[in-house]
């Protein structure tokens, strides 16, 4: 399926005669709509639109079925099938809610998963605060443009300055009720707005225009921690792409990554987003940017110290992960100390994912041998390792569990390890 471009699928497996089996059928049928016009199947296919009555049509195998976005439909195997499954996939799933999963009552009916996987193939990051430390911002960067604003007198010829100033005149309407009319009138707005930090984006643009003079001649060098660099590098080897997604405007991110403390690091950036793509704590905007990659938004992690955007990311539907880094505060379901941390936290959930999944396939059989390899024990710290445990424990019948047993590498290897393995019941 995937190599059609299918990510995501929700399926539901059932026999005519099993309990609630009308209940689920009526559904399924007034919740799930078709977003995409083409299925392929063989047996019944049942469609119909919102004024008409319902209508069957017998399909052979390979037959191409298209219909109006948002037909209803459900799919029967055909009697040479003991059982009637109901299918759906998704190129995009943007703007779609799957209702029939929010009750818990109702999921005990099927075992589908929305979606099927959680992959990440895109990690987009903010920068301050996440990737640069917020001081190298407010103490560097910003005083850097204060203190040579007036050279903007000098620029009023580059069409992006004038451009900018008229955005300043506009917006100082709108937000201040003010209307700076002359040259030195609208640079002390854009000050004003500076000592504030205002996420506004023709100041954005313009704190970048100066910014660039510093980085060509050396006297600014982008600020990144320490653990950002060799990261996104692991990333790139596992053709895993990053964007970067911050208030500063594009030409800014691409000069301080460019010019960073370890080098140029805009090589391992697909995509660089500012406030012209939408706010940063608003919903819409991260839509934007996942249907700009073409990418599901299941599949883009978000990386960020503010919970607000971190808010707006999830609703829009992507994997989260608020960076703690000096000075902040976690207050997110789902925190890392450094980009190596979120990269384990997401390894985690993906192994918990899995084993979810892997449960319909034991169908209840008991498991008698547990093992941990591949580099997982070396990189996990106790408490990971006990909620992977606790997975297991959950999804799998460990009644008849006879050996639990890990490979690491013996340069992890420590006393504190070893015995939070043994804790945790590994021989």
């Known amino acids: 399926m995937e190599k059609g471009g299918y990510q995501t699928a929700d399926v539901i497996n059932m026999r005519p005669g099993m309990e609630g089996y009308d209940a689920i059928r009526s559904k399924f049928l007034s919740e799930h709509t078709h977003s995409e016009d083409e299925i392929h199947g063989q047996g019944i296919f049942w469609f119909n639109l919102e004024t008409e009555p319902v209508f069957n049509l017998l399909c052979e195998r390979g037959d191409l079925i ?27 799933m943007s703007g779609w809610v799957p209702h029939y999963t929010e009750s818990k009552t109702e999921q005990k009916y099927s075992d589908f998963k929305i979606p099927l996987k959680h992959k990440v193939h895109y990690v987009l990051t903010d920068i301050e605060g996440t990737t640069s430390s917020i001081s190298f911002v407010s103490e560097i960067l910003f005083p850097y443009f204060n203190q040579r604003i007036e050279k903007l007198k000098d620029l009023i010829h580059l069409p992006e300055v ?21 040259t030195d009138e609208i640079i002390s707005k854009l000050k004003s707005w500076s000592l504030a930090d205002k996420k506004i984006t023709p100041l954005k643009a313009l704190q970048g225009i100066i910014w660039k ?41 691409k000069m301080l990554f460019g010019n960073s403390e370890a080098g140029d690091l805009t ?27 073409n990418i599901l938004p299941e599949n883009i992690l978000f990386l960020s110290d503010i919970t607000e955007e971190l808010i707006a990311a999830k609703s829009a539907g992507l994997q989260t992960v608020q960076l703690v880094r000096e000075g902040n505060v976690p207050n997110w379901d789902k925190t890392a100390t450094s ?10 959930e993906s192994i918990g994912k899995e084993l979810e999944l892997r449960k319909n396939y034991m169908q209840g059989q008991p498991i008698e041998t547990i093992y941990f390899g591949g580099g997982t024990p070396s990189i996990l710290n106790p408490e990971e390792l006990h909620y992977l445990l606790d997975t297991i424990h959950t999804h799998f019948d460990t009644s008849l569990l006879g050996e639990l047993t890990l490979e690491a590498n013996p340069d992890d290897i420590t006393e504190a390890r070893i015995a939070s393995w043994k804790d945790a019941g590994i021989n």
């Open 339 to 348: 980009f190596n941390e979120a990269y384990r936290v997401r390894m985690i």
């Open 267 to 293: 090589v391992y950036f697909s995509n660089y987003f500012d406030t012209t793509t939408g706010g940063k704590r608003e919903a819409e905007t991260y839509k934007k940017i996942a249907a700009t990659l």
């Open 213 to 253: 003079e510093g980085y060509n001649s050396g006297e600014l060098k982008g600020h990144v921690y320490a653990d950002v660099a060799p990261i996104l590098k692991k990333w790139n080897e596992e053709n895993r792409k990053a964007g970067v997604f911050s208030s500063g405007s594009v030409a800014a991110q």
């Open 162 to 182: 004038r451009q900018a100033f008229d955005e300043t005149k506009k917006l100082a309407q709108e937000l201040d009720g003010e209307t700076p009319g002359t």
């Open 66 to 92: 298209s219909v109006p976005a948002g037909t209803k439909h459900w799919f029967d195997a055909g009697a040479s099938h003991p059982f009637v499954k109901a299918i759906r996939i998704f190129i995009d």
